[in-house]
């Protein structure tokens, strides 16, 4: 684990989010609903739209919260204790989240550029898709201590996956755990030999209760969960609620200084033999950001689907 620390006043916690558009908005609207931070400032090219997102979100406050939200520009990245990086176009219909790379790489160079000047401490977390590749050039040329820079990764998609899983077994999916990890993109993959029911294995807990198991139900299940997020981009046009929720999860970490395990996204330091490139594992999460990734026991199937998933990021990552 990193050796600073990054302590911050519970009662002084300060957040920049980067873009205000439905993912930022939403993300800013959580935020407060969950009293997560003192101050919350939304930063956006269209000063226009983060000013209006601000007041409305401002007008609720005193009943659901105490957070001061405001519109700001970039010199309010100074003193943030975590600043989240939502700028960039949205997925379209029928895109994989590798399509967006030509318009997304240059606003987060832009935004890298906007920010370094200002930035004093805090973690960085990456939204914007393709979240693999924008952390990791985020992380290079912001040129941070390693886990300072962190993407959200996989943690959507194992939200999702854990959810059928739960409505699956008729269970709280607070007793569910598997995650899902690798690109968040087409080549993820979830880890079922880590799949457990309460600490239950989940062959092991199917069996004592009667319920079938096997690589049709995991099948039937993940091809749901893989559909998901296109299927409500068909029904509404994009997605914003759900990433919101878990970006919350990831603050609470960061700013209550209580460490959670989360399926991220960050510069791999020899992880499963991998350096160069940014995939999601699951990691510990904290006050520092990732505090430490977890190498935990695979089957080889399913390291070599993570070697795949680099080897195509990496390749991703050279024509860049």
């Given at each position: 684990?990193?050796?600073?620390r990054?302590?911050?006043?519970?009662?002084?916690?300060?957040?920049?989010?980067?873009?205000?558009?439905y993912?930022?908005?939403?993300?800013?609207?959580?935020?407060?609903?969950?009293?997560?931070?003192s101050?919350?400032?939304?930063?956006?090219?269209?000063?226009?739209?983060?000013?209006?997102?601000a007041?409305?979100?401002?007008?609720?406050i005193?009943?659901?919260?105490?957070?001061?939200?405001?519109?700001?520009?970039?010199?309010d990245?100074r003193?943030?204790?975590?600043?989240?990086?939502?700028?960039?176009?949205?997925?379209?219909?029928?895109?994989?989240?590798?399509?967006?790379?030509?318009?997304?790489?240059?606003?987060?160079?832009?935004?890298?550029?906007d920010?370094?000047?200002?930035?004093?401490?805090?973690?960085?977390?990456?939204?914007?898709?393709?979240?693999d590749?924008?952390t990791?050039?985020?992380?290079?040329?912001?040129?941070?201590?390693?886990?300072?820079?962190?993407?959200?990764?996989?943690?959507?998609?194992?939200?999702?996956?854990?959810?059928?899983?739960?409505?699956?077994t008729?269970?709280?999916?607070?007793?569910?755990?598997?995650?899902?990890?690798?690109?968040?993109?087409?080549?993820?993959?979830?880890?079922?030999?880590?799949?457990?029911?309460?600490?239950?294995?989940?062959?092991?807990?199917?069996?004592?209760?009667?319920?079938?198991?096997?690589?049709?139900?995991?099948e039937l299940?993940?091809?749901?969960?893989?559909?998901?997020g296109?299927?409500?981009i068909?029904?509404?046009?994009?997605?914003?609620?759900?990433?919101a929720?878990?970006?919350?999860?990831?603050?609470?970490?960061?700013?209550?200084?209580?460490?959670?395990?989360?399926?991220?996204?960050?510069?791999?330091?020899?992880?499963?033999?991998?350096?160069?490139?940014?995939?999601?594992?699951?990691?510990?999460?904290?006050?520092?950001?990732?505090?430490?990734?977890?190498?935990?026991?695979?089957?080889?199937?399913?390291?070599?689907?993570?070697?795949?998933?680099?080897?195509?990021?990496?390749?991703?990552?050279?024509?860049?």
């Open positions: 684990m990193s050796d600073t990054l302590y911050a006043a519970i009662d002084n916690r300060k957040v920049a989010i980067i873009g205000s558009g993912v930022g908005a939403s993300i800013a609207y959580a935020l407060t609903v969950k009293d997560l931070a101050e919350i400032v939304l930063i956006d090219i269209d000063e226009k739209k983060a000013s209006g997102e007041q409305d979100i401002q007008h609720g005193p009943y659901m919260g105490t957070s001061s939200v405001r519109a700001g520009t970039f010199e990245c003193n943030c204790d975590l600043t989240i990086i939502t700028a960039g176009r949205n997925r379209r219909y029928g895109e994989s989240r590798l399509d967006m790379i030509a318009d997304n790489i240059e606003t987060m160079k832009d935004v890298v550029n920010i370094k000047p200002y930035y004093t401490h805090g973690v960085i977390l990456v939204v914007s898709n393709p979240v590749i924008l990791y050039k985020c992380a290079e040329w912001m040129d941070l201590p390693n886990g300072r820079v962190l993407g959200t990764g996989c943690i959507l998609d194992t939200s999702r996956l854990v959810r059928r899983i739960a409505d699956y008729g269970l709280n999916i607070e007793a569910v755990k598997c995650n899902i990890v690798g690109e968040h993109g087409d080549s993820q993959f979830p880890v079922w030999s880590r799949l457990a029911i309460a600490g239950v294995p989940m062959d092991e807990y199917c069996s004592n209760v009667g319920l079938a198991w096997g690589e049709e139900q995991k299940l993940y091809n749901q969960v893989k559909k998901m296109e299927d409500i068909a029904a509404k046009g994009k997605t914003h609620y759900g990433i929720s878990c970006v919350c999860s990831l603050a609470a970490a960061v700013l209550n200084q209580r460490l959670t395990v989360a399926p991220v996204t960050s510069p791999l330091q020899g992880e499963y033999g991998l350096t160069d490139v940014s995939l999601s594992i699951p990691s510990i999460v904290g006050v520092n950001g990732v505090e430490h990734r977890l190498e935990e026991r695979w089957n080889e199937d399913e390291r070599i689907k993570l070697f795949e998933s680099s080897k195509l990021l990496k390749e991703t990552l050279k024509k860049l």
